[in-house]
């Protein structure tokens, strides 16, 4: 198997922190636009949210259940091109929590 090197890794995978309003958000700073985005509530158990390009934004998995697909349009709502926007969903943007977001470019 032949392996590749990649020279700025930053330009494929980032992480976001960032804090909650409760209400659709942007953020930026990401460096590229993400295929996909892993994002949770840092204070709460609440579910994980993954969203990816393909199945496209207000699509979700829930990576720590057995649930199917849901589709959700207060999740993620946009992939932009240097990062990604936020609705009310709480598990990606509780108001005044503090939230993370793993970002990958394919």
Known sequence: MAYTTIAKPSEHF????YTGTGSSQAHTG???QPDLVWAKNRET???HVVVDSTRGVNKYLKSDATTEETTDANSITAFGSDGFTVGSLANVNTNTEEHVAWCWKA
């Open 14 to 17: 980032n992480v976001k922190t």
């Open 30 to 32: 990401v460096g590229f």
């Open 45 to 47: 158990g609440a579910f």
